[in-house]
Structure formats: structure tokens, C-alpha cells
């Protein structure tokens, strides 16, 4: 059974820090995701990670992904208080129906 | 394009009544999924169907039914709601090779 965990699940930090969240998974995936979710909102798609060594950044936000240590990390930089929201990974295998897989999820507040 | 149209946005229910969400999608995906979200945890799958005709469970379905007569709905039925199906349901599409569309959500309460 497929299993992803996230660390730390609550995140609070002070506007133009750098923080780094992780997210382990436990088996073999064809593609990993990072979403963020606002309060009452849906999922919004940040990032997918293909291969073995993929970095993607966008704005203050860069995720990478290490297949064999099978850890994902979404690094945050200089953080701004709109960043504040839960950031979620999640692990897609393709033989199981593309069925993706979610961490328990992580709850970022950016503090003035 | 719509994406992923959920109804309804909300709704209350009473422990043992019966309904259906609705989910609707108009990219022509193969793949549709429900998931649930409990307050404070990721989504957990409830049922998923790879194509017209076809469903499967996934981690948490006791409670739960799906069909899928057409490519594009995919409804989740709840027979006989109790307070543990208290939640926000997502319903999502995706294709083999592009990534997930998620609906806005119903955000369902059992009293």
C-alpha cells in the first residue's frame, strides 16, 4: 500500500524566511504533485514532477523530486503572507488507475 | 470549457437519508475520481472509473456507490448518510498523461 507522508503538518513562519516541506513516499510512482489549498477552496495544481531529479520553481516557490531517496521538497523563499494556505503532495502510480495518492497535507501561516 | 462541475455546493442531511452528488465533466477525460476531506486531512479516495462502464473502489468506499454510464458523469450516491460521512467531496478528471481537474466541492453535513 502506497503511503506519503508530509512534515511538518503546521508551518509557521515569519515573512522572508526560507523553509523547506517534506514529503516521503513509500513505493515506486510514476509522477509526484504538489497543490495548494486555500480555506474553502479546491485544489490548485503547483507543480508535477516527471523524473528522478526534476526541479521546477515558481516565484517563491521550487519543488524537487529524488526518486530513490523517494522524497519530494517544496522549498519556500522569502516568504510572503500570501503563501499562507496548506500545500498538499500527492503520489500518482499508473497502474492503479492513475489514482493519486495525497499527503495529510501541510499548513503553512506566513506572520508578518 | 466548464472543467468539473459539481453540485450541490452545500448540503445538510439527516442521519439514514439518501443523495446524490453530481459530477460532471466536459474535457472528454477517460479517468474520473471522488475523493472525501476530512477538516484538517488530505483527500482520500473513495471510488474512481477509468472509462464509461467501469468503476473500481479505492481507500474508503463502505457507504458509497458510483455508476458511470457516460463518458462525462460520474455521480456518488450516499445510501443511508451517517455523521461519519461528515466531509467535503471532490470529484476529479484527468486523462493518462495530464494532470488532475478538481471540482469545487460539496460540502456535505450529516446531523
Known amino acids: 500500500e502506497l503511503k506519503v507522508e508530509q512534515n511538518p503538518l503546521f508551518l509557521s513562519m515569519q515573512e522572508g524566511k526560507n523553509y523547506t516541506i517534506y514529503c516521503n513516499y513509500s513505493t515506486t510512482s510514476d509522477r509526484l504533485y504538489w497543490y495548494r489549498q486555500d480555506p474553502g477552496k479546491s485544489l490548485e495544481s503547483l507543480f508535477v514532477l516527471l523524473s528522478n531529479g526534476a526541479v521546477k520553481q515558481e516565484g517563491r516557490l521550487m519543488a524537487s523530486l529524488d526518486t530513490k531517496a523517494r522524497l519530494s521538497t517544496l522549498h519556500i523563499t522569502a516568504a510572503v503572507h500570501d503563501l499562507s494556505a496548506t500545500y498538499f503532495c500527492a503520489v500518482l502510480r499508473e497502474t492503479s488507475g492513475s489514482r493519486l495518492t495525497f499527503g495529510e497535507g501541510t499548513q503553512l501561516t506566513v506572520n508578518p | 470549457n466548464a472543467g468539473v462541475t459539481q453540485t450541490p455546493k452545500f448540503r445538510i442531511l439527516k442521519i439514514g437519508q439518501s443523495m446524490t452528488l453530481q459530477c460532471t465533466q466536459d474535457?472528454?477525460?477517460?479517468?474520473m475520481y471522488w475523493y472525501r476531506q476530512d477538516p484538517g486531512m488530505g483527500l482520500k479516495l473513495i471510488y474512481y472509473?477509468?472509462?464509461?462502464?467501469?468503476?473500481d473502489k479505492g481507500e474508503v468506499p463502505n457507504g458509497y456507490n458510483v455508476s458511470r454510464s457516460t463518458t462525462e458523469d460520474f455521480p456518488l450516491r450516499l445510501e443511508l448518510a451517517a455523521p461519519s460521512q461528515t466531509s467535503v467531496y471532490f470529484c476529479a478528471s484527468a486523462t493518462g498523461r495530464v494532470g488532475y481537474t478538481f471540482g469545487s466541492g460539496t460540502r456535505l453535513t450529516v446531523v
Open positions: 474535457m472528454n477525460h477517460n479517468y
Open positions: 472509473s477509468v472509462g464509461a462502464g467501469i468503476t
